[in-house]
């Protein structure tokens, strides 16, 4: 059984640059959210998907955009990266109308900003 | 808008003895709590819940946590310490409606070292 997937686990990039994550939920799974990390600091919600949209967000700027695929899978786009985008970035799946039930993480993918 | 605080940045305990990683909540309604734990370069791997009933909850790896309404806490516990526990503990509360869709708001963390 498949968990949580992401996709790649590091990347460097320079301030202004664009990025994409990826992430591939646990099979079963067909809601995606996605969560930023930065060191030291607890996750951070950033948004979240279902069914292609964007079901909740959190204080992120509209930098910050997503896009989910009809088998589940999902992007994280990130645009004129700053300095302070350095983090961890964790997807997590769940399945929808299972509120009580706990999300499933990945590895995280880790961004760099120099 | 709910939030959990996690007032030790570090717990240091010896192999063998018991353990407890504070956490205290603050919401309006049924808090939905949720501790995780994260060890270096990996996610987020789950250890238990509490959504309603009894106030004991009991988790994976031997974790058990206390859920006190009238303290708003939610403390996690271990009878007795592996080094292998040291890791990174978060408290998390469920954000938003309960409209199926799980928001998570996390504590800041508490490191955990357990000495041999």
């Known amino acids: 059984d498949a968990g949580v997937t992401q996709s790649p686990t590091h990347l460097i990039k320079t301030r202004g640059q664009q990025v994409t994550l990826r992430c591939s939920p646990k099979?079963?799974?067909?809601?995606v959210s996605w969560y930023q990390q930065a060191l030291g600091q607890g996750p951070q919600f950033i948004f979240q998907?279902?069914?292609?949209?964007?079901?909740q967000r959190g204080n992120f700027p509209d930098r910050f955009s997503g896009h989910q695929f009809p088998n589940y899978s999902s992007e994280l786009n990130v645009n004129a990266l700053l300095l302070g985008d350095s983090a961890l970035y964790l997807c997590?799946?769940?399945?929808?109308?299972?509120?009580?039930?706990?999300?499933?993480f990945g590895d995280g993918t880790r961004l760099s900003i120099l | 808008a709910q939030s959990v605080a996690q007032p030790e940045d570090q717990v240091n305990v010896a192999e063998g003895n018991p353990l407890t990683v504070k956490c205290t909540y603050s919401v309006s309604g049924n808090p939905y709590l949720f501790w995780y734990v994260q060890y270096p370069n990996r996610g987020l791997q789950f250890l238990l819940k509490y959504i309603t009933g009894d106030n004991l909850v009991k988790g994976s790896y031997g974790f058990e946590a206390e859920f006190n309404k009238s303290q708003t806490s939610f403390h996690l516990k271990k009878p007795s310490a592996l080094v292998s526990d040291s890791a990174l503990y978060f408290c998390?509360?469920?954000?938003?409606?309960?409209?199926?869709?799980?928001?998570?708001?996390f504590g800041t963390g508490t490191r955990l070292l357990v000495s041999p």
């Open positions: 099979s079963g799974h067909d809601t």
């Open positions: 998907y279902y069914e292609e949209e964007e079901r």
């Open positions: 998390a509360v469920r954000d938003g409606p309960n409209t199926g869709f799980q928001k998570l708001v």
């Open positions: 997590a799946s769940s399945l929808a109308g299972t509120g009580n039930q706990p999300q499933h």
